[in-house]
């Protein structure tokens, strides 16, 4: 019998971001281990024309979900959704909810954030830092709260180059970076927000740190643990392999090479690639829970939810198992044929930038004018580069993290409870792991059906017969303007035609004598 699975059994949970990435598959495994928990409380927003209950109604009804409904069949009856907005006072819930959230809740779960790295300092100080604030706020007046778990991220420190299982101060106090946001206009913000993030690279990182600082200060007599994951892929194993559903990380960036607009990008190839399956996050998140609120260590601890001191892998063997995949499953309707080169140059980046990405999109957006379409390509690429750009960062650097405490609770763990809430990714194969993942992507994301394989494998020779005739037109064209121009070409050229001569009489002539 699972301990963990037990401990969530009659319990009251309150999950914030239930409706992101992460806040999904927590929810899934939490009911499919523990189908006799009490009640998960989600706090959820309107979002495109949806009202909250539609949003949830629509998660339950998703694939994601399936094995939970066989296992739970009440799911529904034990989702309290309450709406709620992280960038309101009392995030705008009402006073019922409010009161029954305060006397109910047994353990928090707070994944909300903005995962944005290009959001304006304000919003990103306000959801990542005064949230935390204001929820650490809520949890100090429930008195049946055993365990605050705060997901923050691997790389709120990542302006460091080793980073313990530690909290680490930042210059300025959260509370004064709270305040001057009340009376500092957007302006004044903006212009310096440069300095205030220093040497890390965006706001996301930045207010994640501050997040951390809050939560250390304002933890008072409550049981809190942090976890810090790395960059959070899909599916490993649970509920089924392969599974993600926005496009986040890497996610993204293997839809833009498999469509072929993406075919180079300013990587280390050997830098470590931190990825970590969003079900091993999940299920460290439910041991640590389970951890603190039974064993209720003396001082908040922080785990380290990261593959690469266990299990390392970099980012040119992931290309290159990407692209294999390419091979094996194909995207439908590719722009050009997927392929990867990987530079850590400046210069030969933006030579590549150039040759790979613009020039076909102004190519292409020239035909599509021809045929009196509307040019769509280069605005999609100038978008595209941008999000490449903000993802540099983190694929040409490595970064270590200490994991005692992750390796602590390891060891804490009975047999049973290692195998349900596995999070040694020791156990990871990296070759099989990818190639879900890109499957995954192609039926999760794109909702490509198996069934045109075949087709999306023709497109791409088809792709290739043109790749092939355009350069060798190109090549022609070049060729035929230096011989017009240049003595030496002439030269250089008949000497190969008369040695082409010379060679083709010679081999008839010697086959003729045989026969
Ligand atoms: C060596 C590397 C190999 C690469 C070789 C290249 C050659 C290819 C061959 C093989 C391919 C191999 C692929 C392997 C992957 C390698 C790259 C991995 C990079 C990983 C970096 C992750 C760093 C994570 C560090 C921190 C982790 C965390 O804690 S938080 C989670 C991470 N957060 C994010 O990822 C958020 C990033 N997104 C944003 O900040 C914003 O969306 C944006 C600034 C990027 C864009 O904002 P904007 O307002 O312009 O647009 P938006 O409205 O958001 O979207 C516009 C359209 O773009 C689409 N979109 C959004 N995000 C992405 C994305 N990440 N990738 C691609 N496209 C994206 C979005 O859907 C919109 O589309 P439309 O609706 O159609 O307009
Ligand atoms: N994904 C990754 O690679 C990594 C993520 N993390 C951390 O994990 C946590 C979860 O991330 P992930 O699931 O990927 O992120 P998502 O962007 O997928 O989810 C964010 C969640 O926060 C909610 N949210 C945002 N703003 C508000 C608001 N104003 N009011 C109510 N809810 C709001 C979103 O709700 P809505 O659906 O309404 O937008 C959504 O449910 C975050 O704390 C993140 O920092 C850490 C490392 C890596």
């Known amino acids: 019998m699972s301990m963990i699975a037990a401990f969530y059994g009659g319990k009251s949970i309150l999950i914030t971001g239930a409706t992101g990435f992460m806040g999904k598959v927590l929810m899934e495994k939490l009911f499919r281990t523990s189908p006799d928990l009490k009640v998960v409380y989600i706090l959820v927003r309107t979002k495109a024309g949806q009202t909250t209950q539609q949003r949830v109604f629509q998660i339950l009804n998703s694939k994601l979900f399936e094995k939970v409904k066989e296992v739970c069949p009440n799911v529904h009856e034990k989702i309290r959704a309450i709406y709620a907005d992280l960038n309101q006072n009392d995030f705008a819930i009402s006073k019922e909810d409010m009161q029954e959230l305060l006397s109910c809740t047994n353990i928090i779960f707070h994944c909300a954030a903005t995962v944005r790295f290009d959001d304006p300092l304000r919003h990103a100080v306000q959801l990542n830092v005064t949230a935390t604030q204001q929820l650490l706020l809520m949890a100090s007046q429930m008195p049946k709260l055993e365990a605050f778990i705060h997901i923050s991220t691997a790389f709120s420190n990542c302006?460091?180059?080793?980073?313990?299982?530690?909290?680490?101060?930042?210059?300025?106090?959260?509370?004064?970076?709270?305040?001057?946001?009340?009376?500092?206009?957007?302006?004044?913000?903006?212009?310096?927000?440069?300095?205030?993030?220093?040497?890390?690279?965006?706001t996301y990182t930045y207010t994640k740190a501050l997040g951390e600082m809050v939560v250390q200060q304002e933890s008072g007599n409550l049981n809190i643990a942090i976890i810090r994951p790395s960059i959070v892929g899909a599916t490993w194993q649970e509920p089924f392999p392969g599974w993600v559903d926005n496009l986040n990380g890497p996610s993204g960036l293997i839809i833009a090479a498999g469509k072929g607009f993406l075919r180079s990008i300013r990587a280390t190839p050997m830098a470590v690639a931190d990825l970590i399956p969003v079900d091993t996050v999940v299920n460290l998140t439910l041991a640590v829970g389970w951890y603190t609120a039974v064993h209720r260590p003396k001082s908040t601890l922080i785990y380290h939810c990261t593959s690469g001191n266990f299990n390392p892998c970099n980012w040119g063997k992931m290309g290159f198992q990407v692209l294999a995949t390419f091979e094996k499953v194909p995207f439908e309707k590719a722009f050009r044929r997927p392929n990867a080169d990987f530079t850590s140059n400046i210069i030969t980046s933006q030579y590549w930038n150039a040759v790979s990405h613009r020039a076909p999109a102004i190519i292409y957006d020239f035909y599509l004018r021809l045929t009196g379409r509307k040019p769509r390509m280069t605005k999609l690429m100038n978008r595209l580069l941008r999000t490449v750009s903000m993802l540099e960062y983190f694929v040409n650097r490595s970064w270590e993290w200490s994991t005692y405490n992750t390796e602590m609770l390891m060891s804490e763990l009975s047999p049973e409870?290692?195998?349900?809430?596995?999070?040694?990714?020791?156990?990871?194969?990296?070759?099989?792991?990818?190639?879900?993942?890109?499957?995954?992507?192609?039926?999760?994301?794109?909702k490509e059906d198996m069934a045109g394989i075949p087709e999306a494998k023709q497109h791409l020779r088809r792709l290739r017969n043109i790749h092939y005739l355009f350069n060798t037109a190109l090549f022609l064209i070049a060729w035929r303007l230096l011989i017009a121009r240049s003595q030496m070409a002439r030269n250089v050229w008949f000497f190969i035609v008369s040695f082409c001569y010379k060679f083709l009489s010679y081999f008839r002539a010697s086959s003729t004598l045989k026969v």
């Open 159 to 202: 302006n460091l180059k080793h980073i313990d299982e530690v909290i680490y101060p930042c210059p300025v106090e959260p509370k004064k970076i709270i305040d001057s946001m009340e009376w500092l206009d957007d302006a004044i913000i903006d212009e310096i927000t440069p300095k205030l993030i220093g040497d890390r690279p965006n």
């Open 417 to 446: 409870d290692q195998r349900v809430f596995n999070f040694d990714v020791r156990q990871l194969n990296w070759l099989e792991y990818i190639e879900n993942y890109v499957l995954g992507v192609k039926k999760y994301l794109l």
